[in-house]
Nanobody
Framework: QVQLVESGGGLVQAGGSLRLSCAPS????????MGWFRQAPGKEREFVAA????????SYADSVKGRFTISRDNAKNTVYLQMNSLKPEDTAVYYC?????????????????WGQGTQVTVSS
């Protein structure tokens, strides 16, 4: 079993930055592809970014390309989501997810484990 704990959410003004962290526990972190998803009030959960086991492959939703960066530090068992130039429409609960494979993309059904989420609120 893998337990995922997100941190780093909060309230920020439009144009600001936040860095989310996710620290899995219970299994070898480097065996898992990781992803970030988000869910805004009244909307379905949507893909944000994904990264392969070793960090060499990444992908992003079009809405965040050029503003968000996903990265991982396998020595620290942590995956990050650096969010810059935040917009009010980025407001959502952000979830970290893990998949027991080399790489998982944008389909949430391909992920095996999920965190509880961290709230990100961007004010205009």
């Amino acid at each position: 079993q893998v337990q995922l704990v997100e941190s780093g959410g909060g309230l920020v003004q439009a144009g600001g930055s936040l860095r989310l962290s996710c620290a899995p526990s219970g299994r070898t972190f480097s065996n898992y592809a990781m992803g970030w998803f988000r869910q805004a009030p009244g909307k379905e959960r949507e893909f944000v970014a994904a990264i392969s086991r070793g960090g060499g492959r990444t992908s992003y939703a079009d809405s965040v390309k050029g503003r968000f960066t996903i990265s991982r530090d396998n020595a620290k068992n942590t995956v990050y989501l650096q969010m810059n130039s935040l917009k009010p429409e980025d407001t959502a609960v952000y979830y970290c997810a893990a998949a027991a494979t080399y790489y998982s993309g944008s389909d949430s059904r391909d992920y095996d484990y999920w965190g509880q989420g961290t709230q990100v609120t961007v004010s205009s």
